[in-house]
């Protein structure tokens, strides 16, 4: 069986996170979803879990993060450079705050940050697949 991992992000307004993560190419998945919590599916692997504060409350009673904070951050692979700064603008243009932390280019690996509406911290990411081969030699 092929791993798969379900993040859990707790969000202020719902649809507008909604909006953010379809902006970002994420499919809601209705049979996962009602108004406390929506499920949003990237690939046959990677799942990022909405819920409202009240919902998240239902699974710990330790605070949740003010959006200023950094608890965790979220890398993501995507397929080229361009992919990279198309995530990112898309995320802005839907309520994410681009740039939270300053792009990285090592010629063989290329990085931005985007934060969702919640201040929860996204890096997607291109590593030349050349460089990734030659890491095991």
């Given at each position: 069986?092929?791993h798969?991992i379900?993040?859990?992000?707790?969000?202020?307004?719902?649809?507008?996170?909604?909006?953010?993560?379809?902006?970002?190419?994420?499919?809601?998945?209705?049979?996962?979803?009602?108004?406390?919590?929506?499920?949003?599916?990237?690939?046959d692997?990677i799942?990022?879990?909405?819920?409202?504060?009240?919902?998240?409350?239902?699974?710990?009673?330790?605070?949740?993060?003010?959006?200023?904070?950094?608890?965790?951050?979220?890398?993501?692979?995507?397929e080229?450079?361009?992919?990279?700064?198309?995530?990112?603008a898309a995320?802005?243009?839907?309520?994410?705050?681009?740039?939270?932390?300053?792009?990285e280019?090592?010629?063989?690996?290329?990085?931005?940050?985007?934060?969702?509406?919640?201040?929860?911290?996204?890096?997607?990411?291109?590593m030349?697949?050349?460089?990734?081969a030659?890491?095991?030699?």
């Amino acid at each position: 069986m092929q791993h798969q991992i379900f993040i859990n992000l707790p969000v202020t307004d719902l649809d507008r996170a909604i909006a953010f993560y379809t902006a970002l190419g994420f499919a809601r998945n209705p049979q996962f979803s009602d108004d406390a919590g929506a499920c949003m599916v990237l690939s046959d692997t990677i799942y990022v879990m909405i819920l409202t504060h009240a919902k998240w409350q239902t699974f710990t009673t330790r605070p949740i993060c003010p959006p200023s904070s950094s608890e965790v951050s979220l890398a993501l692979s995507v397929e080229s450079r361009d992919a990279v700064n198309q995530l990112v603008a898309a995320g802005a243009a839907h309520g994410g705050t681009a740039d939270v932390n300053p792009p990285e280019d090592h010629g063989f690996m290329f990085q931005r940050t985007i934060a969702d509406p919640d201040g929860h911290i996204w890096e997607p990411f291109w590593m030349d697949p050349a460089a990734v081969a030659g890491a095991g030699e």
